[in-house]
Nanobody, 125 residues
Framework: QVQLVESGGGLVQAGGSLRLSCAASTRTFSSYSMGWFRQAPGKLRDFVAAVSRSGGSTYYADSVKGRFTISRDNAQNTVYLQMNSLKPGDTAVYYC??????????????????WGRGTQVTVSS
């Protein structure tokens, strides 16, 4: 069982930046692939980014490539999402996810097992 707690959401103007954090409560954090998803009002939850267990490989949705960066600190049991050049279309609840068995590059296809409660990101125009 892994508990995930997101933080760092808020209100930002278009063009601005935010950094989301997700703290995981597990002694074997480095054995989990990690990712971020988002859900805008009235829409389905979408894949955003994922990172491998070591942190050496990443995978992004086309809509955020070049603007968002996912990273992890296995010593701190934390995964991050640095979001730059934010657009109003990025407004959503952002969820952290983890899975012991899924590889990071399958997160756009398969649903990870563990989820946080989400953090709201609002981008004003």
């Amino acid at each position: 069982q892994v508990q995930l707690v997101e933080s760092g959401g808020g209100l930002v103007q278009a063009g601005g930046s935010l950094r989301l954090s997700c703290a995981a409560s597990t002694r074997t954090f480095s054995s989990y692939s990690m990712g971020w998803f988002r859900q805008a009002p009235g829409k389905l939850r979408d894949f955003v980014a994922a990172v491998s267990r070591s942190g050496g490989s990443t995978y992004y949705a086309d809509s955020v490539k070049g603007r968002f960066t996912i990273s992890r600190d296995n010593a701190q049991n934390t995964v991050y999402l640095q979001m730059n050049s934010l657009k109003p279309g990025d407004t959503a609840v952002y969820y952290c996810a983890a899975d012991h068995d899924l590889d990071y590059n399958t997160y756009a296809t398969y649903q990870p097992k563990y989820w946080g409660r989400g953090t709201q990101v609002t981008v004003s125009s």
